[in-house]
Nanobody, 124 residues
Framework: QVRLAESGGGLVQAGGSLRLSCTAS????????MGWFRQAPGKEREFVAA????????YYSDSVKGRFTISLVNAQNTVYLQMNSLKFEDTAVYYC?????????????????WGQGTQVTVSS
């Protein structure tokens, strides 16, 4: 079984920054694409960012492009999400996820395991 542990969430004022991290552990976690999704109260889970295992391919949702940066440290099986210029509408629980293959994907159904989530709250 694969486990994903997120951290780095918290309360921040609009315009501020946070850096989320997610470490994968368990069987055969190396060599997999990873991604970040978020879910706000009363809304569906939505794609945020994704990265291939090599780091050569990244995808971002239009709402975060230019503000968020995804990165991956292979040796630590850890994916990061640097969030700058945060807006009130970024408030959500953020989930990291891992695929069964090396490629990046924007589609939630193409991910195999999910973390428990970390809360990000942006005050107005």
């Amino acid at each position: 079984q694969v486990r994903l542990a997120e951290s780095g969430g918290g309360l921040v004022q609009a315009g501020g920054s946070l850096r989320l991290s997610c470490t994968a552990s368990g069987r055969s976690v190396s060599g997999k694409g990873m991604g970040w999704f978020r879910q706000a109260p009363g809304k569906e889970r939505e794609f945020v960012a994704a990265i291939s295992w090599t780091g050569g391919t990244t995808y971002y949702s239009d709402s975060v492009k230019g503000r968020f940066t995804i990165s991956l440290v292979n040796a630590q099986n850890t994916v990061y999400l640097q969030m700058n210029s945060l807006k009130f509408e970024d408030t959500a629980v953020y989930y990291c996820s891992i695929r069964a293959t090396h490629a990046a994907s924007t589609i939630a159904g193409q991910y195999t395991y999910w973390g428990q989530g970390t809360q990000v709250t942006v005050s107005s």
